[in-house]
């Protein structure tokens, strides 16, 4: 029940995450993809209006009436396509003279003089979505029944006419809109995708994670039951020892398990040492030095070889190349890195390192 509950906190977290970040992602495309739909007819608008613009120059200058100029262009915008945009012509004072739609011609030109200004300012892509959506939301407001709006003028050189280019309002916010649509569309299919590709995803490497610990976990636990029978053989042999030893001591047959006592230094002064009293023998920097259970330490000319051969091997044990290790001197084994052991002897901070070569001798020793 708890991964269960853990994947749906999980899920929802991804989904909480994913909406944050699209809702402000997808205005920011939205915004941006709009600004380069109006753009593009912006400028398509603006190149139509000025080769118009160029044409009427052209043909005043080649001395044709501009009452003729003026029926030709009609006849050929009349009629045309005014959906997206379109150009139209009028004079200095405002009346149409052109348009596609012939009802119109003579009326006056209904067009935001600070709208075009802005649109005509460079760099104005970023503010052609806020400024066109704003101009229709005003006229709406106004109650004024305006579906275009002129965005760009092209005055005809040495003529007192002007070449305007439209856009269709009605039809930018259709376009829009289908805009919108598209980037909410795209965006809820990828937020689903990702939302349950992560959560599955989260749920296979979850499981993996768990299937590696449960078998660390059964590892760990194996080796604190070898590490605990480990512990219990040497309490065991701990007490053999010394039942032995009491029995040879009555018997008066320790003679046939070793040396009883080793001769060792302190400066000048020989003293022999019973083996019973040793804790722990090592050698540093070539000198062999013996420890006792009382704390008292003397030094041997033996080497550590030879006293490990002379020393009854039911009680010493050679852990490394640097220590032998008394039976009684043992406090506690526990696991030290890779196969490895350590062994705590008793009052004293020492802490010898038994190889895993050595490991698997040691424990036969111990169940001897």
Request: charged letters at 20%; hydrophobic letters at 40%; one cysteine or more.
């Amino acid at each position: 029940m708890r991964k269960d509950k853990l994947y749906f906190l999980t899920f929802i977290s991804i989904s909480v995450i994913f909406l944050i970040i699209a809702s402000f992602g997808v205005k920011y495309f939205i915004k941006v993809s709009a600004n380069q739909l109006i753009e593009i007819q912006l400028e398509s608008s603006k190149r139509e209006a000025n080769e118009i613009s160029k044409l009427i120059h052209y043909q005043l200058a080649a001395n044709i009436e501009k009452k003729t100029i003026i029926q030709n262009i009609q006849n050929t915008i009349e009629n045309t396509n005014t959906d997206a945009s379109f150009v139209g012509v009028f004079d200095w004072s405002g009346k149409e003279v052109c348009n596609p739609d012939i009802t119109k011609v003579g009326q006056k030109v209904n067009s935001n003089q600070s709208l075009v200004e802005s649109l005509n300012k460079e760099n104005s892509a970023d503010k052609l979505y806020d400024l066109l959506m704003n101009q229709k939301q005003q006229n709406e407001n106004d109650s004024i029944s305006i579906v275009s709006e002129i965005v760009y003028i092209s005055p005809v050189k040495d003529s007192d006419l002007i070449v305007a280019a439209n856009i269709n309002l009605d039809k930018v916010a259709s376009q829009i809109r289908n805009l919108k649509t598209s980037f909410y569309t795209i965006f809820i299919l990828m937020g689903g995708l990702i939302i349950l590709s992560s959560f599955f995803a989260v749920r296979i490497i979850g499981s993996y994670y768990e299937k590696q610990l449960e078998i660390k976990n059964i590892n760990l636990e194996s080796e604190l039951v070898s590490l605990s029978k480990l512990n219990t053989d040497l309490v065991a042999y701990q007490q053999k020892v010394v039942v032995e030893n009491t029995n040879v001591e009555q018997s008066e047959l320790t003679s046939d398990h070793g040396k009883k006592r080793i001769l060792t230094y302190i400066r000048n002064e020989l003293i022999p040492i019973s083996i019973h009293e040793i804790s722990y023998i090592y050698t540093e920097n070539t000198i062999t030095y013996v420890n006792c259970f009382n704390g008292k330490k003397s030094t041997s000319n033996v080497s550590l070889d030879d006293l490990y051969i002379s020393l009854d091997s039911s009680l010493f044990f050679r852990a490394n190349r640097q220590f032998i290790i008394s039976i009684a001197a043992i406090e506690k084994i526990i696991k030290y890195g890779n196969s490895q052991l350590k062994i705590l002897v008793h009052n004293s901070d020492v802490e010898i390192i038994i190889s895993k070569n050595k490991a698997a001798e040691f424990r036969q020793w111990l169940n001897t």
